[in-house]
């Protein structure tokens, strides 16, 4: 196993793991496959039960008909079953349609990844496969004679139960799940985490400046192979090893979330090196189809303004949608305002600049995050008032450094208003400071 994966490659390796994870994070099948298998082994060994339990009459865990009685309620549980699950699947894919066409498509990994919606299919799914499994091992007829697994009845009637509860409750979830603010917020949420994971460290004031990328044109041009797609995440582990291997510096070209056509420069490398190992850097970069909230923060934000691009769109009209997904975004801004960005170039432990990955500064988040919602929603009072308040207290725990550009964004604000809202009157409550 071990030299198959060397010659595989320890980034191709990696890559294919965090493809097939991102992969079962959003398949609705995986948990009703897992179920299925298990309610068939589980069947299976009650029923071994039954078999040694058969000696026993009218404990109140036997079921006490006969064959065709059994036979009649495990049917009847099967199909029952089976109808439930069809309608899970059904207000799955309304669900699905309706935040594709109200919000936006890109919201749709957050009912994909919904684990209440998974564990309903899954119950539904198991419980239909354990009624068939026992029905199987039903034997005889009522005249006499024969095998009824007693134990196995009453599981199935005990799980058709659990399934109707849980039906109950799925309803519940699915209607609650659609609306706006649970939508925002589910996509808030994973931005959220993002933000912990790729930003864990405080905010460091005067940490002085960063080293200077490596001068002169670089010895060699690393070009993407094989599908576009969009950069979804760099293995930085393994590109600082092969730097230092070879004595020089690699520096990727696009950022994470921008696209990379086939035959696209991937990777610039300044060594003195003749032989560069193109094929494991191309490992080290992860393309997939899609961008990520999980690697990527910058894609919840994406998700979220496209949600207010279109609750501001003249079709749809609801600013107060908009002003949802502006309490999420000051959230956010604010938490990273008080978290330390990385700098693009990464020192090795001698303090040699070895990789430069480029990726997002505070002011491209900002501008990420208000540019496009100022620009449609400029003539909104209420917006514009919303818009304004989350300046002033994003300012107000901001560091020094990062002053300008809400300060930027304050004054287009100001612009905005002034070009979109006709009446003085207006004007005059839209840019009064927040309270």
Not at 9 to 15: E, F, L, S
Not at 26 to 51: E, I, M, N, Q, Y
Not at 383 to 399: E, K, T
Request: charged share 20%; glycine share 8%; with cysteine.
């Amino acid at each position: 196993m071990k030299p198959a994966l060397r010659a595989l490659g320890v980034g191709a390796v990696k890559a294919l793991v965090i493809r097939v994870r991102e992969r079962l994070r959003t398949s609705l099948a995986l948990w009703p496959g897992v179920c299925a298998a298990l309610a068939f082994t589980l069947a299976k060994l009650v029923v071994l039960l039954d078999r040694d339990v058969s000696g026993l009459d009218g404990a109140w865990f036997l079921y006490g008909g006969g064959p065709e009685s059994a036979r009649e309620l495990l049917s009847t549980v099967a199909s029952s079953i089976l109808t439930f699950t069809a309608l899970v699947f059904s207000i799955t894919i309304v669900a699905l349609q309706l935040a594709s066409s109200q919000f936006s498509p890109r919201v749709l990994n957050t009912f994909l990844e919904d684990r209440q919606t998974k564990a309903a299919m899954a119950l539904f799914v198991g419980t239909f496969v354990f009624a068939l499994a026992v029905l199987q091992e039903v034997r005889g007829t009522n005249g006499g004679g024969g095998f009824v697994p007693g134990i196995s009845v009453y599981v199935a009637f005990v799980l058709v139960l659990a399934s109707v509860g849980v039906f109950i409750h799925f309803i519940h979830h699915m209607a609650h799940s659609v609306r706006a603010v649970s939508i925002v917020k589910r996509v808030g949420d994973a931005t959220r985490a993002s933000i912990d994971r790729m930003y864990p460290e405080g905010l460091l004031e005067g940490a002085g400046a960063p080293p200077l990328a490596p001068a002169g044109p670089p010895a060699a041009l690393v070009r993407h192979q094989g599908r576009c797609g969009v950069l979804a995440s760099v293995d930085e582990a393994e590109l600082m090893k092969r730097a230092e291997q070879l004595g020089g510096v690699i520096a990727l070209v696009p950022r994470p979330g921008e696209f990379v056509p086939n035959g696209a420069p991937l990777f610039r490398v300044w060594s003195a090196q003749a032989d560069v190992d193109a094929a494991g850097l191309r490992d080290a970069a992860l393309i997939q189809h899609e961008r990520t909230v999980h690697q990527d923060p910058a894609a919840g934000f994406r998700q979220l303004v496209d949600v207010a691009e279109r609750a501001l769109s003249p079709g749809v009209n609801d600013p107060s949608t908009a002003v949802l997904v502006l309490d999420e975004l000051h959230d956010l801004l604010r938490s990273l305002a008080r978290r330390h960005l990385p700098s693009p170039q990464r020192l090795d432990s001698r303090g040699a600049l070895r990789l430069v990955l480029p990726a997002p500064g505070w002011e491209d988040y900002v501008h990420l995050a208000l540019d496009e919602i100022r620009r449609y929603g400029g003539g909104s009072l209420q917006v514009a008032r919303r818009l304004r308040a989350l300046l002033d207290d994003v300012a107000s725990v901001a560091g020094p450094s990062r002053l300008a550009a809400l300060d930027e964004q304050r004054r287009l604000l100001d612009e905005a208003t002034r070009r979109e809202m006709p009446s003085r009157a207006e004007r005059s409550i839209a840019l009064r400071p927040s309270a």
